[in-house]
């Protein structure tokens, strides 16, 4: 499987800030992805990130709240924008190598606390 | 409804003891299927994919019933490090494209004491 490195791992930020996470992957991959995992919630995926165009969102998630950048097939970012306490969750990168192959790989998560 | 239900647990059971986790999924068209482990603060990590035939990995067995839409998890004789979060996975589907994007369970907890 792939090496996800993810920064930070975790910080804690004032409300009305905005943070961006940073996700590398050692090898190309075609899907990457941003999730969420809130306080003894289960992962709740944000957004795709597309290489060279717009992140495709899921429902609930809009991208002057979360805008996501991905520049390559190893890279991206995903920024959580004007930062209230209700952002403060565990946000992770996963990917996955192949369009046939959906197993998930995450990176290691950014602990966020907003307050 | 949600798209994937999960025991909540928490499961405690002692060392050696079998213990067996539930999930079911609101898409019958839904494809593929995968328990995730999740120790605290950590990222979750692949335990193993589950197929229509059942599979076996060691103590893990996973299966799949299509007919009712739920996949299981099953440990037996359970080890001190087995105590972690189990995620059930399943694939999204919309417009019959899945771009393996997954729905995750809430996850069950597991504790296994000596």
């Known amino acids: 499987s792939a090496v996800i490195s993810q920064k930070p791992s975790r910080d804690i930020c004032q409300r009305g800030t905005s943070l961006t996470i940073q996700c590398q992957v050692d090898s190309q991959v075609t899907m990457m992805f941003w999730y969420r995992q809130q306080p003894g919630q289960s992962l709740t995926l944000i957004a795709t990130a597309n290489q060279g165009s717009e992140a495709t969102y899921e429902s609930g998630f809009v991208i002057d709240k979360f805008p996501i950048s991905r520049p390559n097939l190893t890279f991206s970012t995903l920024t959580v924008s004007n930062m209230s306490p209700e952002d403060s969750s565990i946000y992770l990168c996963?990917?996955?190598?192949?369009?046939?192959?959906?197993?998930?790989?995450f990176g290691s998560g950014t602990q966020l606390s907003v307050l | 409804r949600k798209e994937v239900e999960q025991d909540p647990g928490p499961f405690n059971v002692p060392e050696g003891a079998t213990v067996a986790f539930n999930c079911t999924y609101s898409n019958s068209a839904s494809q593929s299927f995968f328990w995730y482990r999740q120790d605290c603060r950590k990222e979750p990590k692949l335990l193993m994919s589950v197929y229509s035939s059942g599979n076996e990995d060691g103590r893990f067995t996973a299966q799949l019933n299509r007919a009712s839409q739920y996949i299981s998890l099953l440990i037996r004789d359970s080890k001190l490090s087995d105590s972690a979060t189990y995620l059930c996975a399943v694939n999204i589907v919309v417009g019959g494209s899945t771009l393996g994007r997954l729905y995750f369970g809430r996850g069950t907890q597991l504790t296994v004491w000596p």
């Open positions: 996963s990917v996955h190598g192949t369009a046939t192959n959906e197993k998930l790989f």
